[in-house]
């Protein structure tokens, strides 16, 4: 498990907002009301998290989300600490406690049991009740609960019920336009622009490919890894093969066509 309280303490994690997202997680902070981010990986989800919670001066509890996740890692358990039996909260509750963001991020992989402790802090009680210490805790204004999940993997038995994912507003990410994703993998990576431009047309056109032979489009996470390597000296096709065509496939001859639309757009 994952937790950090504001990884960059003191600045804010630049985020550069596709629409206004940012209007939005401020409303919904204000006004006391979960949300749900939904898109596929490495789009910019938990930047714009950690960049809002910083934004609103709110410590950030991040949770990554496995398929043997459940209830008692977020509320919390005894543990066996110098001969003493001592509760120690798990990161759900000490966001209650002290007023911060708790981000799940891809909660559908957690078990079953987790959804049935964010009902109720989820709707207007607010409250997270505690069975094993008996306590019933209150959620004051600054708590905030975000969630993520990725749609795209279309596993039927991995969706979001319609009773938990009705509790919560819910905005939609997708990799971000040229305009948007050029500036970011600058100022990500330092690549030169020319460069990062011709980085961003691959990508677009690897996505294309989403649906025919490949499961999931190049994300912004690659892209900015490929600028990175070649601004630190790797040559330009060497870095395309390990961070946008590797990362795609197992499939040799997929990765051979990858190969060649990538030659034919550089
Ligand atoms: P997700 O949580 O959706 O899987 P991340 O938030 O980890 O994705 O994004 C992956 C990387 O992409 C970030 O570390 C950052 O470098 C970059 N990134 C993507 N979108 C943006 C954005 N709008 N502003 C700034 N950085 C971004």
């Known amino acids: 498990m994952d937790q950090f309280v504001n990884p960059e303490s003191g600045t804010v994690p630049f985020y550069l907002p596709q629409g206004d997202e940012c209007d939005v997680f401020a409303a919904a902070h204000r006004s006391c009301l979960p949300l749900l981010l939904k898109g596929p990986t490495g789009c910019g989800k938990t930047r714009f998290v950690a960049h809002m919670a910083a934004k609103l001066g709110r410590p950030l509890y991040t949770v990554a989300c496995h398929d043997d996740l459940s209830a008692a890692d977020l509320i919390g358990r005894y543990l066996l600490k110098g001969g003493e039996t001592v509760w120690v909260d798990g990161p759900l509750t000490r966001a209650v406690r002290e007023g911060a963001i708790c981000y799940l991020d891809e909660v559908v992989e957690a078990r079953k049991d987790v959804a049935v402790v964010l009902h109720p802090l989820t709707d207007d009680r607010r409250i997270l009740p505690i069975d094993r210490t008996g306590e019933e805790l209150q959620a004051g204004p600054g708590f ?17 019920k319609p009773s938990t994912r009705q509790r919560f507003l819910s905005v939609e990410f997708g990799f971000p336009k040229p305009e948007h994703e050029v500036p970011v993998v600058i100022a990500e990576s330092g690549l030169a622009e020319d460069r990062v431009r011709l980085l961003v047309r691959i990508a677009g056109k690897l996505r294309g490919l989403k649906g025919q032979d490949l499961e999931e489009g190049v994300s912004t996470r690659l ?33 051979r066509g990858l190969a060649d639309l990538v030659t034919a757009v550089a």
């Open 144 to 160: 905030m609960l975000v969630a993520s999940y990725n749609p795209g993997y279309q596993n039927i038995l991995k969706t979001l």
């Open 223 to 255: 892209v900015v890894y490929c600028a990175t390597l070649i601004a630190q000296g790797m040559s330009f096709d060497r870095a395309v093969q390990v961070a946008m065509i590797e990362p795609l496939t197992d499939d040799a001859e997929v990765k």
